[in-house]
């Protein structure tokens, strides 16, 4: 399976980490520092998962999310939270539509499951159709 993910961190570190991990799945990366370089780049890259911390400057990483979804672009974008979050962040990001959460710290294993679950959600044209002739069973 491959796809393009925008990895969202404050965290150059955390950046890194979840870049090498999700390559060596075969996926492209790409990152930004924040919610406002998200923004930025998000239409030039069109990725097929994103990646959000809650905790960013600039622009937090939910309210990054509800802009993705106010906007028909990306309104259908797969979402994930990885973050260290609260409980009220958690609820605010189903408030916005965030489709998966990982916890930091986190396995590399279960970030790659993420990824790959949400490749399967309806999002971009071509990677709904792709994943539905693969099956939800693996």
Known sequence: ?????????????????????????????????DGAECLEVIRRVR???????VM?????????????????????????IVSACTPADLDLGE?????????KPFDPADLVALVRRLMRLPGPPGAQADEQAGGAGR
């Open 1 to 33: 399976m491959s796809g393009r993910v925008l990895v969202v961190d404050d965290s150059e570190v955390i950046r890194q980490l979840i870049r090498v991990n999700l390559e060596l799945e075969g996926f492209e990366v790409v990152t930004a520092a």
């Open 95 to 103: 408030t916005v539509g965030v489709d998966g959460y990982l916890g």
């Open 56 to 80: 960013m400057p600039r622009l937090d990483g939910l309210r990054t999310a509800a802009r993705l979804r106010a906007t028909p672009d990306t309104s259908r974008l797969p979402i994930a």
């Open 47 to 53: 990725p097929d998962v994103v990646t959000l911390d």
